[in-house]
């Protein structure tokens, strides 16, 4: 790192701190503007934040990794605007309507309180043990590479790495709430996207071109089938990436993450009105085009760098592994000063996720289990208990470090095996909830609870045979063959349809939800005040924009097919 980075760095930093110590000095005197940003947010806010919170060490070094290991095969999971647009056209109108701060909440109004408990349950384990824990972990290791620094102090790098990142977010957050992790997202996106362009413009015309990556990753053979690293539509009989299973998978995935997960819903209805909140999603569409070519595609590049042997300032280009593709073309590619600016983005990146984090984490907790025991408990110390909640979910992430570091490489691999068994039975009940009125309270309940049970099971299941003396396939019980041998995407698939046939039985058998209590939160049961709410809020324009995500998200298919 040369002078001039650190002064690039240095002026990002004043910069955040800025628009923090500005936030802060902003009146947060209850719940709705500490946890929504005071539900004021336009659409380039919400778009923005929806971005920079997605973007997280998973893309860093998992995306990036997976392009350099598999090519285009993770491209299902990211090319996914269209998805973004269904929250936007689809649920955005009930969320409005429901006046709910969180997506529990939302579960208890359509449903009932055992159903938002679950659910918060749910969602906070899996944020302090997958999101928070990843995140910190990938932090500390991608500072560690991109700085070349082994101790400061007779101190592993990376401990200081890790807990400064975790402790500098976590202070705005806890002091700027959702203002904060809105509004410096507006600033770190540009420098993500420019800085990640960079990267993108440097690694081809190191390598020679677009066609040169092409020609590298067309020889590269992923399976026995003849699908080679640049096929997205891969063999129905690849074990890991099946061409139906992926576009199943990664849709279920997708539905759950984009349109139930507290972590990317709570920037929506952080919206002022229904046509900022619904024009906010197709910004973070567009926005949600761009990780293929930002970060997959760098990790082809990194491939192909270091198969070709192209030698980079008097050096050959040697990837060490897959994950270190990202960092390992920071360090390597660019200039004195640049080598900043893309340490900024990679900053703002980590922090923006992190944030966001820890904001929904504190809010599903003091909204779904603290303010529910004590209804009466004033704004102004829901707001202390958020902050002081926050301070736990930090403490709880940087006790995992040790836990990560140990294990990391498995826990990491086995994220996208946790997101899959959990987002079947959560998907079912908002999905069942909102195009179904007999869609009944226990039904709803019964679905969450099938999808949670179905789910232990495959994990434990992939625990226990996974260090079990390996067996013929003939001699797999049926158990071993559903809940261990199964793809996992196409588990996935079945999973969800489980969970929707409990749904629509358990309905069927119980006693179908009273019309007063649904009115606005299901298809056919809104006012004609609703309708016309619903419609008044978009225009021409917005149609317009939505097929140009859809129209840009088709032909990347076709191109990669």
Known sequence: MAVLDWIVIGLFCVGLIGIIWWVVRQKQNNAADYFLGGKDATWIVIGASIFASNIGSEHLIGLAGAGASSGMAMAHWEIQGWMILILGWVFVPFYSRSMVYTMPEFLEKRYNPASRTILSFISLISYVLTKVAVTVYAGGLVFQQVFGIDSIWGIDFFWIAAIGLVVVTALYTIFGGMKSVLYTSVVQTPILLLGSLIILVLGLKALGGWDQMMEICKMQTVNEYGDTMVNLIRDNRDPDYPWLGALIGSAVIGFWYWCTDQFIVQRVLSGKNEKESRRGTIFGAYLKLLPVFLFLIPGMIAFALSNKGVVINGEVFHLSTPDAAFPTLVARLLPAGVKGLIVCGILAALMSSLASLFNSSAALFTIDFYQRFKPNTSEKKLVAIGQAATVVIVLLGILWIPVMR????????????????????????????IVWKRTSAQGGLWGLIAGLVVGITRLGAKIYYSNMPVLPTEHHSWFQYLFYDCNWLFFCGWMLMFCLAVVFVVSLFTKAPDENKIRGLVFGTSTAEQRLATRQSWNAWDIINTCIVIGITVCFYIYFW
């Open 406 to 433: 140990s294990v990391g490489d498995v826990l990491y691999n086995y994220l996208q095996d946790v997101q899959s068994v959990l987002a079947p039975g959560i998907a079912a009940a908002f999905l069942m909830g």
